[in-house]
T-cell receptor, first 117, second 116 residues
Framework: EAQVTQNPRYLITVTGKKLTVTCSQN?????MSWYRQDPGLGLRQIYY???????DKGDVPEGYKVSRKEKRNFPLILESPSPNQTSLYFC????????????????FGPGTRLTVL | AQKVTQAQTEISVVEKEDVTLDCVYE???????LFWYKQPPSGELVFLIR??????QNEISGRYSWNFQKSTSSFNFTITASQVVDSAVYFC?????????????FGTGTRLTIIP
């Protein structure tokens, strides 16, 4: 079954304790990205990756890191989490953009609810 | 900078009524793509439609229809004869086609409640 998986699904942690949220897709997609969803703010893109070893900032990258060492995996790293990073996080992937440009439909993971105390 | 505005935060309608969700976008590109996604109460995000800026034809898929108007920078979504299963948060999103910018920008979403 084609899917994007995220782990963990729920996480409660404390300020300053490094954590990693994993994301994996089995569709051989080049494009992967991370979003956070907050009430009243919708979905905001944190980082994205066009392919292995190619990553770039989205609209809210501060406090986050990513890496793309393998095509299927795109972990999100919070080196020193703070309470303002409490949010619902989604990973997504998509097939390459068309030659005319623009992204294809995103396939989203189930989400990770993170609480930072 | 690209931007998407969904001014309607919440909408409630009685079942079987028609409802339109508004989406207004800003972009400096002449080529761009617009999307709608649905997030039901279970929380997953479901793709509904992708439309490129060169195709202004309205699209209909069952009870769903989309009205794309470049003149007003709008890409509105209408549900005809609404059903309780349509209750969800709906997001509009924009992707510009210029290489070097692979961001996807979402609006803040519209929470639609269908009252039985």
């Amino acid at each position: 079954e084609a899917q994007v998986t995220q782990n963990p699904r729920y996480l409660i942690t404390v300020t300053g304790k490094k954590l990693t949220v994993t994301c994996s897709q089995n569709m051989n997609h080049e494009y992967m990205s991370w979003y956070r969803q907050d009430p009243g703010l919708g979905l905001r893109q944190i980082y994205y990756s066009m392919n292995v070893e190619v990553t770039d900032k989205g609209d809210v990258p501060e406090g986050y890191k990513v890496s793309r060492k393998e095509k299927r995996n795109f972990p999100l790293i919070l080196e020193s989490p703070s309470p303002n990073q409490t949010s619902l996080y989604f990973c997504a992937s998509s097939s390459p953009r068309l030659t005319s440009g623009g992204l294809n439909e995103q396939f989203f993971g189930p989400g990770t609810r993170l609480t930072v105390l | 900078a690209q931007k998407v505005t969904q001014a309607q935060t919440e909408i409630s309608v009685v079942e079987k009524e028609d409802v339109t969700l508004d989406c207004v976008y800003e972009t400096r590109d002449t080529t761009y793509y617009l999307f709608w996604y649905k997030q039901p109460p279970s929380g997953e995000l479901v793709f509904l439609i992708r439309r490129n800026s060169f195709d202004e034809q309205n699209e209909i898929s069952g009870r769903y229809s989309w009205n794309f108007q470049k003149s007003t920078s709008s890409f509105n979504f209408t549900i005809t004869a609404s059903q309780v299963v349509d209750s969800a948060v709906y997001f509009c999103a924009l992707s510009e086609a210029s290489f070097g910018n692979e961001k996807l920008t979402f609006g803040t979403g519209t929470r639609l409640t269908i009252i039985p």
